[in-house]
Each structure stands twice: as C-alpha cells, then as structure tokens.
C-alpha cells in the first residue's frame, strides 16, 4: 500500500478522533435533569412568552443564550411550524426519555392531555392552562391582569405627566381567550384608576405569528390619537413595536408597551431611546426553574400554581428612562397595594364589566 495514503489516512483519522473527543469534553453530573422545549411556530426567537421559557432553562444549566454549552445534551428545544404537529412532537420527546418535557401555551392542552394520560411515568409542564386533568401534568398559570395592571397604570401616569387631553389606549391581543383577557383586563383597570373617563380600543389577530396585522392596526390607531398600545399577542405584537419605533423617529410622541419579555432592546430606534415604554413582565422562566427543579429533587407532582405578582411571577420593566421616578415611585405604591390586598384586580371580564365606569364593549372573551 502507498505510505503516503497510509500516512493520511492516519491523519484524517486522528483528526476525527480529536473531533469526537471535543464533542463529548462537556462534564456532565450524574443527576443531570434532561428537558424538551416545545413551542409554537414562533419559537423561541420570538423575543415574547417562548423567549422567557428557554431563558429559564438557560439559567438553570448555567449557559447562556450565546453559548449554550449543554444543549443537545441536557436539553433542547423543537418548534411546530403548524398545530398539527403538536401530537407528534410530544410523543417524540416522550419516546427519547426527557427527564421533563414543556409545552408553551394553552393551544396545547389537549394534544398534551392526550399524550400524558398514554404515558403515566413521563413527567409534562405546561404554561397558561389549569384545566387538564393528567395527574402527571404540572400546570403553571400567572396572575397577568396583576402585572397588567401596573403598566395600565405606567401608560396612564405617562400621559398624564405628557399632558395629553382625553388620551386613548389601545390593546391588540393574539388568539382571543381567557389567559389573554387577564392580560386586557388588567390593563384596562389600571389606565381607569388613573384616567377614570379613558377611551380603551381592542382588536384580536387572531394569530400568535402575524405582525404584519398588528403593525397596521398600530399605525391606523396611532394616526387616529392612541396615545399607548398594549399587545398581547406573541410574537404578532412585534409588529406594534416596530410602528412606534417608526413614528417616534419620527417625532410622534407614541408608545408601545411590551409583553412578557422585557422589550425594551426590540424598541430601540438609536442609540439610547426605546419606543417601548415599559413591558409586562411575565416570569415563565420562574416557572420554569420551579418545573426543573421539582424533577431534580424528585418532588414532581402533577400541581396547578399560580405565579402572581407577590411570587415574583409577574412584574414590569423600568429600562426605559422615559418612565420617569416618580411614576416609578407611584407604581411601586400600586404594587404594594396589590400585594397587600387593598387594591384587588380582576382577572376575568365578567367580572371586571360589574366594575364602575369598565367599558362594556371589549373584544375579549371568558372561554
């Protein structure tokens, strides 16, 4: 044989050798927690809901979003373009033997329901639903009309502080529902603890995935007078975001305000100013953790929780400067009212219509 084939065959060998070694050169523990993500079509780029849960499960190994060491070993994450692919992408996880496996939002109630109640031993979390009925489903639901209810308040206080005659607000939602009614409703109550008269505008898009809609809607409620939108609506709310970038560039003094994820970054129009006036901050990675931890302490257990503004399961953003101290200050006496009992928000619209002076024509919907 040619020693020179030999001889690069030696190399290439030693070359994969190396290869595979540094592959595997991550020190993994023995009790090492494996976990699947499962998210919807926008995935966990979706700088919103999707984006919390993955940053949870980045804290609890340790990495980070730009060198995540241990994905693909400890855990990973898997998008379905469509709904029907929710099934099959549950059982997918349950047959590679995850550890915990999570599903984001309620469009995947019955698709988990169906699988849990076939796979007994295999431990699932999901977030936004507290009505299945697999006790191997942990179930994680938020007080969002408590969260927001504080940037009803900031968005109101701010265009107070504005001077703003007559203000109105806006609210676009994704897929109408219960779990997003919490998120309107909340603030609604708490623009009319400030504004008591306030117009509120709503629209639904139906969508999680389309921010072209939100984004016209935005702009045709900004040309109108809205002063502040709130868009609850995954990652079709960016669209919001980015017509108020638009038109505060250009001068227009207008806001977005920003959900889950604090978006303050995503409404950065130069340097330093953020169309985004605070964002709704809706802790998933809190439950995130909690899920995980539960499994590596071998205290996993089918339960219903709510993460509310006193379990640091809601809150929101001060990044942006625009929101001034002593707005911060008037907000922060909200919350301790909120939390202390005196000021209680309601969390669905049948009850929140019996209060004085709730408009009576929302969009929102009680399932």
Request: overall charge negative; glycine content about 8%; hydrophobic content about 45%.
């Amino acid at each position: 044989m040619n020693k020179k084939i030999v001889f690069a065959g030696l190399i290439l060998i030693s070359f994969l050798m190396a290869a595979c070694q540094k592959k595997t050169a991550v020190a993994v523990p023995d009790d090492l927690v494996t976990v699947r993500l499962l998210t919807d079509a926008t995935g966990i780029d979706d700088k919103s809901f999707n984006a919390a849960a993955w940053r949870g499960i980045l804290e609890f190994y340790g990495d980070t979003w730009a060198s995540p060491s241990l994905r693909g070993i400890a855990y990973d994450v898997v998008t379905a373009q469509t709904q029907d692919m929710y099934t099959p992408n549950l059982r997918q996880a349950t047959d590679e033997g995850y550890d915990l496996i999570i599903a984001t939002g309620f469009t995947w109630d019955e698709a988990l329901d169906t699988v849990a109640a076939d796979n007994p031993g295999q431990s699932y979390m999901i977030v936004d639903v507290d009505w299945l009925q697999s006790p191997n489903i942990m179930q994680a639901v938020y007080a969002e009309h408590e969260g927001s209810y504080l940037v009803g308040v900031a968005a109101a206080l701010k265009a107070k502080e504005d001077g703003i005659a007559n203000p109105r607000f806006g609210f676009i939602g994704g897929v109408a529902g219960a779990v997003i009614t919490k998120f309107e409703v909340g603030y609604v109550q708490g623009i009319l603890s400030v504004i008591p008269n306030a117009q509120i505008v709503d629209f639904y898009v139906n969508s999680w995935g389309e921010p072209a809609l939100a984004k016209t809607q935005a702009k045709n409620w900004y040309d109108s007078g809205v002063y502040a939108i709130y868009s609850a609506a995954g990652g079709s709310g960016n669209g919001t975001i980015a017509q108020a970038k638009e038109y505060r560039a250009a001068g227009r003094n207008v806001w977005a305000i920003g959900v889950d994820s604090d978006q303050h970054e995503e409404g950065l129009y130069n340097d330093k100013d953020s169309a985004v006036l605070t964002s709704m901050l809706k802790r998933v990675e809190t439950s995130v953790i909690y899920a995980l931890n539960a499994v590596k302490n071998d205290s996993f257990n089918g339960e219903i929780i709510t993460f509310d503004l006193k379990a640091d399961g809601v809150g929101y953003s001060t990044a942006n400067s625009a929101l001034s101290k002593d707005i911060v200050n008037q907000i922060e006496d909200v919350k301790k009212q909120i939390t202390g009992g005196k000021i209680k928000v309601a969390a669905t619209l049948s009850d929140a219509m019996r209060l004085p002076g709730f408009p009576q024509n929302l969009r929102a919907i009680d399932d």
